[in-house]
């Protein structure tokens, strides 16, 4: 099992910067990778940023040049750094990790930007 606990959300204004970490914890050898995504009310999970397996990461086209998805391999840790903040961007960001066959899944932290 692999466990994912995110911290770092919060209420911020349009504009601002929030940064997220999940931190990961369990039989975390092996992980494939991980990401974060995003739920807003009423919509679809959708996927935000992760890494490819080249080294880079791969974006949604809603956050590009405005978020950066990074890792603290030694401490087992993902971030998001948020800057240029919308509302639009108000959601639950969710950490994934996949450790195949299976996927894992945080229990969520809330990001609210008021318009």
């Known amino acids: 099992q692999v466990q994912l606990v995110e911290s770092g959300g919060g209420l911020v204004q349009p504009g601002g910067s929030l940064r997220l970490s999940c931190a990961a914890s369990?039989?975390?050898?092996?992980?494939?990778?991980m990401g974060w995504y995003r739920q807003a009310q009423g919509k679809q999970r959708e996927l935000v940023a992760d890494?490819?397996?080249?080294?880079?990461?791969h974006y949604a086209e809603s956050v590009k040049g405005r978020f950066t998805i990074s890792r603290d391999a030694g401490q087992n840790t993902v971030y998001l750094q948020m800057n240029s903040l919308k509302p639009e961007d108000t959601a639950v960001y969710y950490c994934h990790a996949t450790r195949w066959p299976n996927e894992y899944w945080g229990q969520g932290t809330q990001v609210t930007v008021p318009s």
């Open positions: 890494f490819t397996g080249i080294g880079g990461a």
């Open positions: 369990g039989s975390i050898f092996n992980i494939n990778n």
